[in-house]
């Protein structure tokens, strides 16, 4: 099985219009379980070998996908989500000298739950068109947030992909404080407390 997907229909009729939480607990498993298969699949190894790797793996909350002009910017985030007790997954600090790094974006992206998507200055770079249609695509499936995050020196508006438009962004150019509580709740769900 290269990969796994549920149709439109089959989730509608198993989830209903008036899901139970039981039901919604039971769909997501199943999903995550269809994922980790595909992964598995494409790595050429068997499932329970993948659950083995990926228990020897530290697991992430979120991808800091961002353009390497940026990068200086986009560590200064990672340090502060990292003191916010917020595990990031950042290029530069997560791939392994020797080994090829789509593998390992591949891996990540099947398994993390949120993407905070950085524009800065240097705008979208091509590598982030790329991983940002694969976040879309998965995390449409799973249900997971893709965060737009602005960066000090973007102009406004900002210049984004169509698709990242309609989703509620984080904005560092004005209150730090405030856009790092925003990208926490983002990426955990938890609503800062006001």
């Given amino acids: ?22 039901k919604k607990q039971i769909f997501s498993a199943l999903k995550t379980l269809l994922n980790e298969l595909s992964i598995a699949s494409r ?9 083995r790797e990926l228990d020897k793996s530290p697991s992430f909350d979120v991808f800091l996908c961002q353009n390497s002009k940026d990068k200086s910017e986009v560590r200064k985030v990672s340090g502060l989500l990292k003191k916010a007790s917020i ?37 979208i770079g091509p590598w982030q068109d790329n991983e940002i249609n694969a976040f879309l695509s998965e995390f ?11 960066l000090p020196g973007v102009k406004s508006p900002p210049k984004l992909p169509v698709f990242l ?12 404080k405030r856009a790092l509580e ?13």
């Fill in 1 to 22: 099985m290269r990969s796994a997907y549920i149709c439109p229909d089959c989730t509608m009729r198993f989830l209903g219009q008036q899901s139970s939480p039981k």
């Fill in 43 to 51: 790595d050429n190894i068997d499932i329970i070998e993948y659950w």
């Fill in 87 to 123: 595990k990031p997954w950042l290029d530069v600090e997560q791939l392994r000298p020797g080994f090829p790094w789509q593998t390992e974006l591949e891996k990540i992206i099947g398994n993390i739950a949120a993407a905070a998507v950085f524009v800065g200055k240097s705008e």
């Fill in 140 to 150: 449409v499936r799973r249900n997971c947030p893709v965060i737009p995050v602005l």
């Fill in 165 to 176: 438009r309609q989703m509620t962004w984080v904005d560092f150019r004005k209150n730090r």
């Fill in 182 to 194: 925003m990208l926490a709740w983002g990426i955990t769900g938890r609503r800062p407390i006001r």
